[in-house]
């Protein structure tokens, strides 16, 4: 059975820094792209970053400069460094990865104060 474990997720002063990780377990299959998205309150889940087997990203706009996405493939495990955060970034971050099926983490809750 496939699980993602989210961890690193708080609260956390505007302009402070996060770092989120998500380990998928239980795979028999290649771990293709991952990424995070978000969803905060009242809101739609959106992108915030991908990252492919190769290291290819794709970043959302709002957090270029801000967020850099990394993956360690020995590990399955994939990243997310977060700083500068404003309470914009608020929101419960959720991991997602593609292995033959779609998995997603259980999500872990990011808020920034002012």
């Known amino acids: 059975q496939v699980q993602l474990v989210e961890s690193g997720g708080g609260l956390v002063q505007a302009g402070g820094s996060l770092r989120l990780s998500c380990t998928i377990t239980?795979?028999?299959?290649?771990?293709?792209?991952m990424g995070w998205y978000r969803q905060a309150p009242g809101k739609q889940r959106e992108l915030v970053a991908t990252?492919?087997?190769?290291?290819?990203?794709i970043s959302a706009d709002s957090v270029k400069g801000r967020f850099t996405i990394s993956r360690d493939n020995t590990k399955n495990t994939v990243y997310l460094q977060m700083n500068a955060l404003n309470p914009g970034d608020t929101a419960v971050y959720y991991c997602?990865?593609?292995?033959?099926?779609?998995?997603w983490g259980q999500g872990t809750q990011v808020t920034v104060s002012s």
């Open positions: 990252i492919s087997r190769s290291g290819m990203t």
């Open positions: 997602k990865a593609v292995a033959i099926g779609e998995y």
């Open positions: 239980g795979s028999k299959f290649s771990i293709g792209v």
